[in-house]
C-alpha cells in the first residue's frame, strides 16, 4: 500500500528536493562504495534518507581530514552543528542552496532521525582534530561509538526495528565492529597522517609502539600478534552486534548484511595476510562487493 506521507517513495517530491537527493545519492555512490553497496537494496524513500545520512556524515568526516587548520576546522564543524539546529527548527526551505541540508531536512520529516547522534560524530571528528592519543581500549571504544555507533543508530530510525531499544544497542555494537575492521585496514594511511587509533596498552603489549610508517613490522614487533588480537576483538562484536538482524524487515536486514558482510571479509582478509595492510588499503573487487550484497537479498549468509 502507498504510504500517503511518502515514506515509501510514491509521493512525487519538489523539484528542488529531488534534486537535492540525487546530490546527496551521488556523493554515495562516489565516495562510499561499500555503504553504496548496502543501501541500494533498500526502498526508494530509505535509500534516499540513507544517501542524505551519509552525506552529512562525509561533510563531517572531510572536515576533521582537511588540510585546513585546526581552528578553521573548529569553525566548519561548529557551522555544522548550526545546520542541525535548522532542522530541528524546522526553518530549512527546499530553495537552500545546501544540498545536504535541504534533502536531510525532507527525511527528518519521513523518518525519526536522530540529529544528536550526528552531534556525537562532530565531537568525534573534534577529537580527531585534537589528535586525541588512546591508551586504552574503553577510550578507543568511546571514539568509536561517536564515529560508528551513530552512523548505525542513524541508519536505525530509518531501516526502522522491532525492538528498538536492543536493536540502538546491537547497532552500536556493530559499529563498533566495523570502526575496528576500518582501524586495522588504514593503519598505514592513518600513521602517514601522523595518526595511530590502536590503544597504547595494546601497541606495548606487541612491541608496536614505533608505529606503522613502514611497509614491513619493526624489528622485534609481533605486528601479526597485533592484527590478531584485534581481528578477534572486531570478530567478537560482529557477532554480537549481527544478532540486529533479525530485527529488521528483509530488505533492511539484507542492507545492513551486505554492509556487515563486506567489512566481515576485508577483516577476513586482513586476518589472512595481518603485513598487507602496511603496503595499502586492503580492499575487494566490485564484483565480489556485488556478490555480497546479492547473497544479503536472497537470505544467504554474507561473508
Not at 568525534?124 to 548505525?152: I, P, S
Request: glycine share 10%; aromatic share 8%; proline share 5%.
Amino acid at each position: 500500500m502507498a504510504g500517503k506521507d511518502g515514506s515509501d517513495g510514491s509521493v512525487p517530491l519538489p523539484p528542488q528536493v529531488a534534486a537535492a537527493y540525487r546530490y546527496c545519492e551521488a556523493v554515495t555512490g562516489s565516495q562510499a562504495k561499500n555503504f553504496a553497496y548496502g543501501i541500494r537494496l533498500l526502498p526508494l524513500a530509505k535509500r534516499r534518507a540513507m544517501s542524505a545520512i551519509y552525506a552529512l556524515a562525509r561533510r563531517i568526516d572531510d572536515i576533521g581530514d582537511g588540510e585546513w587548520p585546526d581552528e578553521r576546522k573548529f569553525a566548519e564543524l561548529s557551522q555544522t552543528r548550526a545546520l542541525l539546529d535548522a532542522i530541528r527548527e524546522g526553518s530549512v526551505e527546499p530553495e537552500d542552496t545546501d544540498p545536504v541540508k535541504v534533502a536531510l531536512a525532507h527525511a527528518c520529516s519521513l523518518f525519526p532521525i536522530p540529529l544528536d547522534a550526528f552531534d556525537e560524530l562532530i565531537d568525534g571528528m573534534e577529537m580527531d582534530v585534537r589528535g586525541t592519543a588512546y591508551g586504552t581500549f574503553e577510550e578507543l571504544r568511546v571514539y568509536c561509538r561517536c564515529v560508528a555507533g551513530t552512523v548505525g543508530r542513524l541508519s536505525l530510525a530509518v531501516f526502522g526495528c522491532a525492538d528498538p531499544k536492543r536493536g540502538a544497542e546491537f547497532a552500536d555494537t556493530l559499529g563498533l565492529a566495523l570502526q575496528l575492521t576500518n582501524i586495522l585496514r588504514d593503519v598505514r594511511e592513518d600513521a602517514a597522517n601522523g595518526r595511530t587509533y590502536l590503544p597504547a596498552e595494546d601497541l606495548e603489549r606487541f612491541g608496536c609502539e614505533s608505529g606503522f610508517g613502514t611497509a614491513v613490522p619493526a624489528p622485534g614487533a609481533d605486528f601479526r600478534g597485533l592484527v590478531l588480537f584485534e581481528a578477534r576483538r572486531a570478530q567478537g562484536y560482529f557477532d554480537e552486534g549481527l544478532q540486529l538482524l533479525p530485527m529488521l524487515d528483509r530488505r533492511s536486514r539484507a542492507c545492513v548484511g551486505a554492509m556487515a558482510g563486506i567489512y566481515h571479509r576485508v577483516l577476513e582478509r586482513i586476518v589472512a595476510e595481518p603485513e598487507a595492510v602496511l603496503r595499502g588499503r586492503v580492499s575487494l573487487p566490485g564484483w565480489e562487493k556485488a556478490y555480497v550484497a546479492l547473497s544479503g537479498l536472497v537470505g544467504r549468509r554474507a561473508s
